[in-house]
């Protein structure tokens, strides 16, 4: 920070150069030696406290007398501290009733009396609350009037008390020389001494905080091309009634209704009361009230409810806006007769074209983008009073601007992030925006609530002295999201531990130290080669193709370049329909399910299809537009029999420039199909005797195993049940062991066998 242009800073009247986040960052980070420089922060912090909470403020009351213990006579310091004890003294004059009171000559004793004792009392109590250092300070700068009227004042109270002490004894000794116009003057030049100190005050204490609408509008983070729109409408509106001034009239008026459509968080409601005030600053609507309504608002349960509830918020709204939020839910899709959200929409539209309620009140419809557009179109009444010029779409912020909504929520509560904990903030909302669902500005703040709480409820504050400690947000205030993985293993022990596949392991952990040095390249400034996440898994069945896929989407995750890191799981039947139209529906649905992890597509090759009638080529061509779209946001695996799935990625050019990681799954070796049994018996306490290991190489040795881990997976399974069945049939056997018959009768039941194979 150019801490050379903080000394620049000279007057209230201007803003600070830095903002409140800032100077709370630099002072946390760094110890400042400059006395001057250390009181012009807390002055800082002070100025914006005192226009956040225009009220008295403990907090920046303390950061004042920080800033005077460290430099007394700083000119900033002086002004803000004489300035605030004179808009103290403002205050008291323009509460007490003392300005109202006069003293009337006619007035007999005994009235004059009680009221010069009831002046004397006010005049006291309000000169009890003037600063007392101040009001007797030797003024040293002459020039320093708003002192020098501060003390003015005070001694014109002293003298009004002197005054007052003397009408009150020429009363009580009944003498008729009552000094009752010195004591009118008195009061009187108090009703001047209140306004010139008001005068005197700087901007930040006499703001009223009544910002025209279209200022308030300008203040919001991001929304350009909707803010210059929102000056234009406003200047067109304004334009009109200046024309009606004249007499003129515009048969064509776009009038005052208005579409707003935007996905979740996007400021939708907020937007709709800004218009309101707008139409009322401009004097087109007698109130700045909206009344906000939904479909439960207005819909009723049996015939006519719908209209009379809808008509009973209409004359509510009237002078004002009638806000209704997700307005397309008033059509439904396949709406039965028993639904009578149309009668809404009719009621609505009879009620803004008729003589006692047109043009007296406007409406406001907002919702999701993709829904209102469908659900305009479906009523053709509704959607020609509403121009396409009084359309305004709010788009989603991007993450600059979100990281801003949460610094002013965090600072709203008297908190500030560090940079490092921005960082974090950042990932965290790169996790939260995976699809449409995505919360905007409102996610965002509950992130940021959450975080506040996590620090509430997890630190240990209460040995912490510092007001920063109070205020600041560290990194690890955020770490409520941190991964936990299955079983407490890493996804590379996971990898590891999986039995046979060693190609396919070396293949995993090498993508996994390019994707890490990839990163750390990138976050050192350099340019990073561009990671190719897409896989085609090539194997018979059982060969651990989908287990591995698990696994790769937690690596991706832990890398940091999954959101979610989950595995949507399907095949042909989940994505092609019976009908034209419908595929590419079914296959957008999947995919949306798999944004921020994997799809793993089993037997993809199912999809290629010579046949013309085929809606397989339809699924493809939408994967590859929809792989296009999320970028990043999504994986997709391609899983089945080699020679297949090279067919499959030779039919779509699409598909060939998208898959570049291709990953062979070996059918598994007799010692590993031996381990893998070995292992599913232990895993629930059994134990597989001697002579029934060598009876399974031996069978892995002489047949050709279809199915591989799923085949051993379903023959111990097999042997377990068969051991059971044994066991009931005699007492006194071992529990927990797999014999060889056990395992024999088991192969014959997989294998199809009718005939006994132990020899």
């Known amino acids: ?29 760094t110890e400042i030696q400059d006395k001057e420089l250390q009181a012009v922060f807390y002055v800082i912090l002070a100025y914006y406290r005192i226009k956040r909470h225009p009220q008295r403020d403990k907090i920046a009351d303390q950061f004042i007398d920080e800033a005077r213990t460290i430099q007394p006579d700083h000119k900033l310091v002086r002004e803000l501290y004489e300035s605030l004890q004179m808009m103290r003294a403002y205050t008291n004059l323009q509460h007490s009733p003392l300005t109202q009171w006069i003293l009337h000559e006619t007035d007999h004793s005994p009235a004059k009396g009680k009221k010069v004792q009831s002046i004397y009392s006010e005049v006291e109590l309000i000169q009890e609350q003037w600063n007392q250092g101040l009001a007797t300070k030797t003024l040293v700068d002459a020039t320093n009037s708003r002192l020098k009227l501060y003390q003015e004042i005070y001694e014109h109270l002293t003298q009004l008390k002197v005054i007052l002490t003397e009408a009150h004894d020429s009363i009580e000794s009944r003498r008729t020389d009552i000094p009752v116009k010195e004591v009118n003057e008195g009061i009187r030049q108090l009703n001047y001494y209140q306004d010139e100190l008001y005068g005197r005050l700087p901007k930040l204490l006499t703001a009223d905080g009544m910002e025209s609408p279209l200022d308030s509008f300008n203040q919001m983070i991001g929304l350009h ?87 009973n918020y209409v004359k509510q709204a009237v002078g004002g806006v009638l806000f209704i939020d997700e307005a397309y839910s008033l059509k ?96 965290l909302i790169d996790k939260e925006r995976v699809d449409d669902s995505f919360g905007n500005a409102r996610t965002i703040r509950n992130l940021v609530l959450k975080t506040i709480f996590q620090k509430g409820a997890l630190e240990s504050w209460e040995n912490k002295q510092h007001w920063l400690d109070h205020m600041r947000i560290e990194s690890e205030d955020l770490n409520f999201q941190q991964n936990v993985h299955r079983s407490g293993k890493s996804p590379l022990e996971r990898l590891n531990n999986l039995i046979g596949l060693r190609n396919v392991k070396e293949e995993v952990r090498k993508l996994s130290s390019f994707v890490k040095v990839q990163q750390q390249r990138k976050e050192s400034g350099y340019p990073i080669v561009p990671i190719q996440l897409h896989s085609v898994f090539s194997g018979n069945p059982g060969t651990g193709k989908t287990t591995v896929a698990d696994i790769y989407a937690d690596i991706l995750k832990d890398r940091g370049l999954l959101k979610r890191g989950h595995v949507v ?64 946001n999504l994986v997709v695996i391609l899983a089945g029999y080699k020679r297949e799935m090279n067919q499959l990625i030779e039919s779509n050019p699409g598909l060939s420039s998208r898959f570049k990681k291709y990953l062979m799954f070996p059918d598994y ?29 031996e069978k892995f040795n002489n047949h050709q195993i279809r199915g591989n881990g799923r085949f051993v997976n379903n023959l111990i399974n097999e042997s377990i049940q068969y051991q059971s069945l044994r066991l009931m049939k005699s007492d006194n056997q071992a529990i927990n062991n797999l014999t060889k018959s056990d395992v024999l009768q088991a192969w014959n039941s997989v294998r199809g066998e009718n005939k006994d194979e132990d020899e």
Do not use: C
């Open 669 to 697: 070796s007799e010692d590993e199909l031996l381990e893998m049994a070995i292992y599913q018996t232990n895993l629930y306490d059994y134990h597989l005797e001697e002579d029934a290991q060598r009876y399974l190489i």
């Open 225 to 311: 091309d909707v803010k210059f729109y929102i000056k234009q409408y406003y200047h067109f509106l304004k334009y009109q009634q200046y024309r009606r001034n004249f007499g003129f009239s515009m048969v064509d008026d776009p009038g005052l209704h208005m579409i707003i459509t935007g996905n979740p968080g996007t400021g939708k409601t907020t937007i709709a009361r800004l218009l309101a005030n707008i139409y009322y600053d401009l004097g087109i609507l007698e109130t700045k009230e909206v009344v906000e309504v939904n479909r439960s608002h207005l819909v009723g349960s049996y015939v006519g409810q719908s209209e009379e509830n809808t008509m």
């Open 332 to 427: 439904r899709e396949g709406q039965t007769g028993n639904d009578y959200g149309q009668a809404v929409i009719d009621t609505l539209v009879s009620a803004m074209t008729s003589k006692e309620f047109g043009g007296k009140f406007a409406i406001i419809l907002a919702g999701y983008p993709e829904e209102m557009r469908q659900f305009l179109w479906s009523n053709p009444g509704l959607r020609s009073r509403f121009p396409e010029q009084n359309h305004i779409q709010l788009p989603d912020y991007q993450m600059e601007e979100l990281v801003q909504i949460a610094e002013t929520i965090a600072i709203e509560n008297d908190f500030f992030f560090t940079k490092e904990a921005l960082r974090s903030l950042e990932t």
């Open 569 to 632: 799981v399907v095949s042909r039947s989940d994505l092609v329909a019976g009908y034209v139209g419908q595929t590419a529906i079914k296959t957008k649905k999947k995919i949306r399910e798999a944004l921020g992890g994997v799809l793993f597509i089993d037997e993809a090759y199912a999809l290629y299809n010579s046949g013309r009638d085929d809606f397989g080529k339809e699924a493809i061509e939408t994967i590859v537009d929809e792989m296009t779209k999320h970028n990043e």
């Open 1 to 29: 920070m150019n801490t050379s242009v903080l000394k620049q800073w000279t007057s209230l009247d201007e803003e600070p150069p830095i903002s409140e986040v800032e100077a709370l960052r630099f002072l946390n980070s």
